[in-house]
C-alpha cells in the first residue's frame, strides 16, 4: 500500500472509532412509500420523495418518451453544441413556476451550490457573506470554493444577523446572505419576511436555497420565497426530492441567469442534462402545482406525528414542516435506535457528525404524502416504547 493509500485507511480508522462509519446498503423503493431491503419490506421513513412523485406513471411515461425520440445523452455542453429546445422550454416551465425572470437547470442541487457560488463571488472577491450555522453542505462548500470567509450567524438566528451586518458595516464590498427557506436536518423554516428587510436595509443579495420546500410549500407548492415575490435575488431548489426526479434549477432575473451562463464553470464545462431527466421534470411541474391534497396530508401528518412524540416527552426541535427530528444526541445510541426500529419494520435515517454538531445526532424522520394516520402512530408508539 502506497503512503497515500495508507493515510486513507487512517483516516476510516478513525471515522470508525467515533462510530460514524458508514456503508451502502442494497434497498428498492417499491410503491406506497415501502422499501424492500435483505428482501424484507419497510415502512420508509428516510426518503426525500414528499409527494411520491418518484413513482408517478406520468413521470415514468414522460421520461422514458423523452429519451426515446430524443435520444439517452445530451452530448456536450449547451455552449458547445448549441442548446436544445427542451432545455429551454423545461427553463421556461421552471421560471413561470417560481414567478422569476428566468431559470437555469444543473445537474444537481449539490453541484449547482458548488458551482454557483463560486461564480458569484468572482464577481465579487470583496463580498462579505453571511451564511446560517445549519445550510447544507454544498453551501459551505461553495463559500470554501470561493475561498471566502463565512460569517456564520446562530440558526434562524435574524437577530444575530442584524448584528454582524451591523458590526461590519464599516466594511466595503457588497454583502451576500445564504440561507434556506426549510432546513434539512431540522425541518424549521426561515422567517423570509424578516429576512428580506433586513436584506433590503442592508442592500445585500439574498440567496435562498429551497430544496425541501419545493413542491411542498408556498403558492401552488411554489416554495416559501414565492410568498414574497421579488423579494430575493437567487433562489435555488432541486427536482430530487419532493418534484420527484433529479436535478436542480436556479432561478432569478434574467441579468442572473445571463451571468451564469458566462461565468459559472459549472455550467459551461458540464454535459447538458439528458432529455429523460427533462422529461421527468417536465411531468412533475405539471403535477406538483395541483397537488394541494396531497400537500396538505402532508402538513397534517406532520402536525400529528410531532403532537404524538410531544405527548411522549421526546424532542422534536423546532420542525414545522414534513421533516422532524427527534433529538437523542449520542451517535451511538441514534444509531442503536435507528436499528432498532429497522427491526420492527421501520426506516428512519440516524444523522450523525458531521451532517450535524456533536451531540445533536437525530433521527431524521421524512414524512410523504403516501403515508398514513396509521403509520404515523405506529412509529410514534415504537419511539416511545424505546425512548422511554
Ligand atoms: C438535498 C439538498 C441539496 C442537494 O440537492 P441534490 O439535488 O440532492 O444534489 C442542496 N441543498 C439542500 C438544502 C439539500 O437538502
Not at 460514524?20 to 428516510?46: C, I, M, N, Q
Not at 463559500?143 to 446562530?154: D, G, L, N
Not at 415575490?229 to 436542480?248: W, Y
Amino acid at each position: 500500500m502506497s503512503t497515500f493509500a495508507s493515510r486513507l485507511e487512517e483516516a476510516l480508522a478513525r471515522i470508525r472509532a467515533r462510530s460514524e462509519y458508514r456503508t451502502l446498503r442494497p434497498a428498492v423503493p417499491v410503491l406506497g412509500g415501502k422499501l424492500v431491503r435483505d428482501g424484507r419490506s419497510f415502512l420508509d421513513f428516510s426518503s426525500n420523495d414528499y409527494l411520491g412523485l418518484s413513482q408517478h406513471p406520468l413521470l415514468r411515461q414522460r421520461a422514458s418518451e423523452w429519451a426515446e425520440l430524443h435520444g439517452a445523452g445530451s452530448g456536450a455542453s449547451r455552449l458547445v453544441s448549441g442548446t436544445s429546445p427542451l432545455h429551454v422550454a423545461v427553463e421556461r416551465k421552471i421560471a413561470a413556476f417560481k414567478g422569476a425572470e428566468a431559470a437555469l437547470v444543473f445537474a444537481s442541487g449539490w453541484q449547482l451550490n458548488a458551482a454557483v457560488l463560486p461564480a458569484l463571488l468572482n464577481a465579487a472577491p470583496d463580498a462579505l457573506v453571511f451564511t446560517d450555522r445549519l445550510i447544507h453542505a454544498s453551501l459551505h462548500h461553495g463559500c470554501a470554493a470561493a475561498a471566502v470567509h463565512e460569517i456564520r450567524f446562530r440558526h434562524n438566528d435574524l437577530a444575530h444577523l442584524e448584528a454582524l451586518l451591523a458590526q461590519h458595516s464599516g466594511k466595503a464590498g457588497p454583502r451576500l446572505i445564504v440561507t434556506e427557506s426549510v432546513f434539512s436536518m431540522d425541518g424549521d423554516r426561515a422567517d423570509l419576511d424578516r429576512l428580506a428587510a433586513l436584506a433590503r436595509r442592508h442592500d445585500a443579495f439574498l440567496y435562498v436555497d429551497e430544496a425541501h420546500a419545493t413542491g411542498v410549500l408556498g403558492p401552488r407548492g411554489a416554495g416559501l420565497a414565492s410568498n414574497l415575490p421579488g423579494a430575493f435575488d437567487l433562489v435555488m431548489g432541486t427536482f430530487s426530492k419532493a418534484l420527484g426526479c433529479f436535478g436542480a434549477y436556479v432561478a432569478g432575473s434574467r441579468l442572473l441567469i445571463d451571468y451564469l451562463v458566462n461565468c459559472c464553470g459549472g455550467f459551461i464545462f458540464s454535459t447538458a442534462p439528458p432529455p429523460s431527466m427533462l422529461g421527468a421534470i417536465d411531468a412533475a411541474l405539471d403535477l406538483a402545482p395541483q397537488m394541494e391534497a396531497e400537500r396538505d396530508k402532508l402538513a397534517q401528518l406532520g402536525v400529528r406525528l410531532r403532537a404524538r412524540l410531544a405527548a411522549a416527552g421526546l424532542h422534536s426541535g423546532p420542525s414545522s414542516t414534513q421533516i422532524v427530528p427527534v433529538i437523542v444526541g449520542e451517535a451511538e445510541r441514534t444509531l442503536a435506535l435507528s436499528g432498532a426500529l429497522a427491526s420492527e419494520g421501520m426506516l428512519a435515517a440516524a444523522i450523525r457528525p458531521p451532517t450535524v454538531p456533536a451531540g445533536t445526532s437525530r433521527l431524521r424522520i421524512v414524512l410523504r404524502a403516501t403515508h398514513e394516520a396509521e403509520d404515523i402512530d405506529r412509529l410514534a408508539d415504537t419511539l416511545a416504547r424505546r425512548l422511554s
